[in-house]
């Protein structure tokens, strides 16, 4: 088992920015791929980035690239998702996830077994 506990949402500006940290503890951290997803309400949860378990590989979804950073600590057990130029349509819960690392780097939530509850980032205009 892996547990996930995601910290650092909050209520800010657009334009404005946000770091969002996501604690794992359990199994052996480095062995896992990691993800971003959010989900609006009324909406399906979407993928926003993801990070390979070496940090040697990452993906972001179109409407993230450039103003989002992913990355992770592995020494530390944390992923790290910066969020810059933050705009209203990002508002969102956002989760991470972990996914084992012999699986190809994906955008599938189906492919990640692990979930935190998420943490709420709300962006007012």
């Known amino acids: 088992q892996v547990q996930l506990a995601e910290s650092g949402g909050g209520l800010v500006q657009a334009g404005g920015s946000l770091r969002l940290s996501c604690a794992a503890s359990?199994?052996?951290?480095?062995?896992?791929?990691m993800a971003w997803f959010r989900q609006a309400p009324g909406k399906e949860r979407e993928f926003v980035s993801a990070?390979?378990?070496?940090?040697?590989?990452?993906y972001y979804a179109d409407s993230v690239k450039g103003r989002f950073t992913i990355s992770r600590n592995n020494a530390e057990n944390t992923i790290y998702l910066q969020m810059n130029s933050l705009k209203p349509e990002d508002t969102a819960a956002y989760y991470c996830?972990?996914?084992?690392?012999?699986?190809?780097?994906?955008?599938?939530?189906?492919?990640?077994?692990?979930w935190g509850r998420g943490t709420q980032v709300t962006v007012s205009s």
């Open positions: 996830a972990a996914a084992v690392s012999w699986r190809p780097l994906s955008s599938t939530p189906g492919h990640y077994a692990y």
């Open positions: 359990g199994r052996t951290f480095s062995n896992y791929h």
């Open positions: 990070i390979n378990w070496s940090a040697g590989s990452t």
